[in-house]
């Protein structure tokens, strides 16, 4: 007895079980159709979000070449930065040498200018003192005699 009312509980839940996948199949579908539709609209969706991820993806390798070209290029700036600012002090010091120099040169070319004037002034009074004694002479040589 116990073996038939084991068998016949088997027996019951099977035929419970066996309802409730024929319940399940054809009562409530796996799929509904607005289900279906759902499904096809979210793969759309990812398969949008995908392709727009991978436009990011490359965009994003683009910019960070960008950044590392840009990044090269001011190194690169700040080095000629650098060497242009050493050269225009050189330079600028140049010119300050050179400024004083010229001055340099100015005040002994005022020298030697001053020098020859007086040489020759000297020259032209020696010359100026000759002929007029001479002149002198010839006036008063008749006048002595």
Known sequence: MDVDVLSGVA????????????????????THRS????????????????????ALRSRTDQLEADHKAATSEAKTAA???????????????????QAAQLGDMQKQLTAEFENIANRILKA?????????????????DPLRE
């Open 79 to 97: 080095a000629e930065v650098a060497r242009l600012t050493e050269r225009e002090s050189a330079l600028s010091e140049k010119i300050t040498t």
């Open 11 to 30: 027996a019951l839940f099977a035929a419970v079980a066996l309802a409730g996948v024929a319940a399940g199949r054809y009562l409530w579908p796996a």
């Open 124 to 140: 032209n009074a020696s010359e100026l003192s000759e002929s007029s004694n001479k002149a002198l002479g010839a006036i008063l």
């Open 35 to 54: 289900d279906a539709a759902a499904l096809i609209a979210r793969e759309i969706e990812v398969a949008r979000l995908t392709e727009e991820s991978r």
